[in-house]
């Protein structure tokens, strides 16, 4: 029997089938370099947040949840900085009727809410062959708010690589799609303090990429993903609310924090 997909379940105390591969360090990429794309510095400010993240999803306002997104250079009501490089993303529950969500499945707006989106994609291909994605943040996780950090394609969907997906309760969904599921849901403990997310991706075919997670330093799965070479991806941060994560949603305001995000790659010239 043939097995094109691998996905690794990790609960504490319990042993990981597999070979964790860990991220190389710039310096052990033999021949390749090591370049930034994004540095764990662009929440320092509002100058430094909007060189290199746009506000808003890729696509606009709107997504799958009944949160609608607000913010601007002018507008900073639901995504604001705070010191140390902390960006903060407030969901907060609206008392009036805003109509439905453009997207499917056309929820009702209940919440404004915060995203950002890159201005550099995440490009798996030969000169870039290996990246690194990752980041620290405190996530909500009470019924009915649906935090992410994920790529998506910046041109057509799939591929998306989520990194971290709260939807409900204290499980982090790493998930890859490209074309079906692959998921490794990781009970994380205290989701609301600081954790660290992360992928490793590596183009492993002329379609074909691995992607390595990890959460607080530590392996839990590894997907294999096709049609993923060549794709521009946009990397996400976003608070969304109820759909996925049930509801109803909290009556107050609902904060997700992110800090040291940062993307890099190998270089093969």
């Given at each position: 029997m043939t097995i094109s997909r691998r996905t690794f379940l990790w609960s504490t105390g319990a042993a990981v089938t597999g070979v964790a591969l860990a991220r190389p360090a710039a310096a052990d990429v033999g021949p390749l370099a090591w370049e930034t794309v994004i540095g764990a510095d662009t929440f320092a400010d509002y100058?430094?947040?909007?060189?290199?993240?746009?506000?808003l999803y890729?696509?606009?306002?709107?997504?799958?949840?009944?949160?609608?997104?607000?913010?601007?250079?002018?507008?900073?009501?639901?995504?604001?900085?705070?010191?140390?490089?902390?960006?903060?993303?407030?969901?907060?529950?609206?008392?009036?009727?805003?109509?439905?969500?453009?997207?499917?499945?056309?929820?009702p707006i209940h919440y404004h809410s915060g995203a950002i989106h890159s201005k550099a994609h995440v490009v798996v291909n030969d000169q870039y062959p290996s990246w690194e994605v990752k980041g620290e943040f405190r996530a909500p996780s009470a019924r009915g708010t649906w935090p992410a950090f994920w790529l998506t394609g910046a041109h057509s969907w799939p591929p998306e690589s989520d990194i971290?997906?709260?939807?409900?309760?204290?499980?982090?969904?790493?998930?890859?799609?490209?074309?079906?599921w692959d998921s490794t849901p990781v009970t994380v403990s205290d989701p609301g303090a600081w954790h660290a997310y992360r992928a490793w991706i590596t183009k492993v075919g002329a379609t074909d990429v691995d992607i390595h997670y990890y959460l607080d330093g530590r392996w839990v799965g590894q997907h294999r993903a096709t049609d993923f070479v060549g794709a521009p991806m946009d990397v996400v941060i976003n608070l969304q609310m109820e759909g996925s994560s049930g509801s109803?949603?909290?009556?107050?305001?609902?904060?997700?924090?992110?800090?040291?995000?940062?993307?890099?790659r190998s270089n093969n010239g």
């Open positions: 100058g430094a947040l909007e060189s290199a993240w746009n506000y890729p696509w606009g306002s709107d997504h799958n949840g009944s949160a609608r997104m607000y913010a601007s250079p002018t507008d900073h009501n639901h995504v604001h900085l705070e010191p140390g490089g902390v960006l903060v993303l407030r969901a907060s529950r609206i008392g009036w009727d805003e109509g439905t969500s453009s997207k499917d499945p056309h929820l971290l997906e709260f939807k409900g309760d204290a499980r982090n969904w790493f998930n890859t799609y490209d074309g079906g109803p949603g909290p009556s107050g305001d609902t904060y997700y924090r992110a800090r040291n995000v940062y993307v890099g």
